[in-house]
């Protein structure tokens, strides 16, 4: 039998499909990486699922089996094996479970075309997938403030949608029901109130989750400066600041 740890295979995950929250991860002490790995790959997986297929129906049933997970892990009974599912039921509470079933329930909308309903869909979910993510990974380690990791999270999650909207509408969806220059300074100005909440409350989080949070202020903050930046791709933060800021949330729990 194997002596390597099952979240390995997790971290190898991470590696692959979140480039950024690997480099989180792996600045974080060890005993809080065997709790986060496992949750940052089912999220890989997870985000995944509505793209590997252009067949809806085939997208929701993978959605779906990562619900039923969700749902045996609440239960507290058996857990199917799977090398994520299985270290994943190890480190999730039942709070966790929820919200990420919650943020799978989110996910559905990755699989359709029709833009948000309105205004309050969109900060949904954010809040639902970021925010959902930071809360159960915040909640593994032991400490998390649900409105505080619902703020921090809502705020690195639309600093990552922002990112992620050329490709979105490369693959022919709406991502924002206003994409104006004002309209996105304003929702920059949204973000950044609100990840200056969350992290006033830092001490509610647990620090090492929020290692993850290090990259959200410098895009949010190009967003409200620069909106046109958005449409054209150029968001981002250069090698050197984002090494720095990656080590000042690890070493400092300041993000």
Not at 18 to 29: E, V, Y
Not at 171 to 185: M, Q, S, T
Request: proline share 5%; glycine share 8%; with cysteine.
């Amino acid at each position: 039998m194997s002596k390597i740890p099952d979240w390995h295979a997790c971290a190898a995950i991470v590696e692959r499909g979140d480039p950024p929250r690997f480099r989180a991860a792996m600045a974080a002490p060890a005993s809080a990486r065997a709790m986060l790995f496992p949750i940052y790959a089912a999220n890989v997986e997870i985000t995944r699922a509505p793209w590997v297929t252009q067949e809806p129906m085939i997208a929701e049933m993978r959605l779906q089996w990562w619900r039923d997970v969700m749902e045996e892990i609440i239960d507290g009974g058996d857990v199917r094996r799977h090398e994520v599912a299985t270290p994943l039921a190890k480190v999730l509470s039942k709070a966790g479970a929820e919200a990420l079933d919650a943020l799978i329930a989110a996910r559905r909308w990755d699989i359709y075309k029709d833009p948000f309903e309105d205004e309050p869909a969109f900060t949904t979910y954010l809040e639902r997938t970021s925010g959902g993510l930071l809360f159960a990974a915040c909640d593994a380690l032991g400490c998390c403030d649900s409105q505080s990791a619902n703020d921090a999270g809502y705020a690195a999650g639309l600093a990552g949608f922002f990112q992620a909207i050329p490709a979105l509408e490369e693959a022919k969806r709406v991502p924002l029901l206003d994409g104006r220059a004002e309209a996105i300074v304003e929702l920059a100005k949204g973000g950044l109130a609100r990840f200056k909440r969350a992290r006033a409350e830092r001490d509610k989080l647990a620090k090492a989750a929020c290692i993850s949070l290090a990259h959200a202020e410098p895009i949010l903050k190009q967003a409200a400066s620069d909106p046109y930046a958005v449409a054209d791709g150029r968001l981002g933060v250069g090698a050197f600041q984002g090494s720095f800021r990656l080590s000042k949330a690890a070493l400092l729990g300041r993000w």
